[in-house]
């Protein structure tokens, strides 16, 4: 149950001793005037926004330490998660500063050589009619390995995606300020969507004095080779630490997170800007192109060319782990999971682990949202299901009656009811017979009228409730899926402009790490 423990965010007895263990590492392994020269140089060339400029100048003061997070660099930004962890890396870095932590700075690494196509290649958003919008990039032509640090930002059609954001989203009070964003910020950045990355993120944040690290940066590729000659020289035991700590995690009953081929080492080699995986093959390494090296042939060019290597998945923690002054790091759920099967790789690196925080999260309703929510009792949990299946819930737990069972009970009642006087009045007089039949037949074509008033209206309420919750529905789970993992920043900015991401930093501030909240928007 220890490793299970590890997910939830420590307590302040808990986060000093790690604080320590950390500052007494970095202390003893990074050369902090040299990272803060590096760094500051890499900013200013970057185009970086003065306050994280000023953040890297600060990292060669002795107290000085990051608050990181990270993710594969997404079209506008990726989805929602992206923009939380980092905004909440600002608020704790900002946070455990003003606790007398020392000088806590917020960073964020761009994986820029990671090369999941399907991360980068299109934006997803909401249309008036809360339908998803999907724009796509085409990346067909380039190969399938390239990373996104060498895939040109000129593959995106520019005046094509503002077309786009503009035809879906232009009814919206900001649409301009959407426009605006993506246009400057385009032509601001460097030749690659990576960049592109950057610099829609320093835009929208740009008093946060946040990093940018990008794994590309000739600093970090030296500084990460002690890390990258340990993997070479003893290749297999990666794969067997990952996979015994999978699981050790399945018996606490988590799920494995990693299964890391046996046959495969913790690092690729880099040509043209493609990442080419390497294979352990007796008796030495093998690519997928078939070129093959010794331990010896690698370990050289290590040496000589630390650009030619990166960290694979497993590894990449430990490189920033190993280099940078972090002392925390926030992990959605899988990669918190993740990062327990790590543990064996960085105690053979004598890397101490900083500490891992859990991610908040957030799902937004509009107004009109709430309201429906409101009225109709359900919750956000119970759009899992379909909107027909939450018609029926709600109908149901209103106590609404089936109106044909109601009124064929009725009919059935006069008929008994009707026969008995028809009898009575065949004995009295059978003269009457007639009128009460005309009487029996009037009324139960009044039954008949109510009964279809009752459907048409039942019906009206079902449509007009179907078309309620299928629309809340479209906007917390589009697509099927959590709002956050799915859809991009673009709606929220068209509708409620530039200061939404104040208040967002605002409103993620208050929350626990690892809670998710539900906004009601404005």
């Known amino acids: 149950m220890r490793l299970a423990a590890n997910l939830r965010f420590p307590s302040i007895r808990e986060i000093e001793p790690a604080l320590k263990t950390r500052r007494d590492y970095f202390s003893a392994h990074i050369h902090r005037e040299t990272l803060s020269r590096e760094l500051t140089e890499d900013h200013q060339r970057r185009g970086a926004p003065p306050e994280s ?10 107290d000085t330490c990051l608050v990181i997070t990270g993710q594969q660099p997404g079209l506008l930004l990726g989805p929602l998660y992206t923009l939380f962890k980092c905004i909440q890396a600002v608020n704790l ?42 724009y796509q990039v085409g990346l067909e032509n380039l190969p399938q390995n390239l990373c996104v640090s060498a895939i040109p930002k000129a593959k995106v059609d520019l005046p094509g995606l503002i077309a786009r954001v503009k035809q879906t989203v232009g009814h919206e009070p900001h649409c301009n ?53 340990r993997e070479i ?30 046959t495969r080492a913790s690092f690729f080699l880099l040509r043209n800007g493609c990442r080419e995986a390497v294979h ?38 430990l490189i920033q782990d190993a280099c940078l002054p972090t002392v925390a790091t926030i992990l959605g759920p899988g ?72 009124c064929e009970h009725l009919k059935n009642e006069i008929e008994k009811t009707y026969q008995r006087l028809k009898d009575i009045a065949d004995s009295i007089d059978p003269t009457v017979t007639p009128a009460v039949e005309k009487q029996r037949y009037q009324i139960l074509q009044t ?17 007009i409730l179907h078309r309620q919750i299928d629309s809340v529905g479209r906007a917390v789970r589009p697509l099927g899926q959590p709002q956050e ?29 690892g809670s998710h909240a539900i906004f009601v928007l404005s």
């Open 335 to 406: 990669e918190a999971l993740y990062h327990l099967q790590l543990g064996g790789l960085y105690a053979r690196h004598h890397i101490p682990r900083p500490i891992l925080v859990p991610r908040a999260g957030a799902t937004f309703l509009e107004q009109r949202d709430k309201r429906i929510l409101e009225k109709t009792g359900l919750s956000l949990a119970d759009f899992s299901q379909e909107p027909k299946a939450l018609v029926r819930m709600v109908i149901g737990r209103a106590g609404v009656e089936d109106s044909r069972d109601s």
């Open 177 to 229: 300020f959407i426009s605006s964003w993506i246009e400057e910020s385009f032509s601001r950045s460097g030749d690659s969507l990576a960049d592109w990355f950057d610099h829609l993120l320093w835009s929208l944040l740009p008093q946060s004095g946040l990093l940018i690290i990008r794994p590309e940066w000739a600093w970090l590729r030296s500084a990460a080779q002690p890390v990258l000659m």
């Open 485 to 513: 993992r799915v859809l991009y920043i673009v709606q929220f900015l068209a509708r409620h402009g530039p200061d939404w991401v104040q208040d967002l930093g605002n409103a993620l501030d208050s929350l626990q790490p």
């Open 280 to 317: 352990l093959e007796e008796p030495g390494f093998r690519t997928e192109e078939g070129e093959r090296f010794t331990k010896e042939d690698l370990l050289r060019r290590l040496e000589k060319h630390p650009g030619d290597f990166s960290g694979n998945a497993i590894l990449r923690p």
């Open 447 to 463: 039954v008949e009228k109510t009964e279809n008033l009752l459907i048409r209206k039942k019906a009206d309420r079902e449509e």
């Open 53 to 62: 400029i000023r953040s890297a100048q600060k990292l060669a003061e002795s």
């Open 93 to 134: 870095a900002h946070e455990w500063t003003r606790q007398g932590y020392g000088t806590v700075l917020p960073a964020f690494w761009n994986a820029s050589e990671d090369h999941d196509r399907a991360e980068i290649d299109h934006a997803i958003w909401l249309d008036r009619d809360r339908q998803p919008v999907r």
């Open 233 to 262: 020289e003893n290749p297999t035991l990666a794969a067997d630490e990952v996979n015994r700590a999978g699981k050790a995690l399945i018996q606490v009953g988590l799920a494995q997170q990693i299964h890391k081929p046996e």
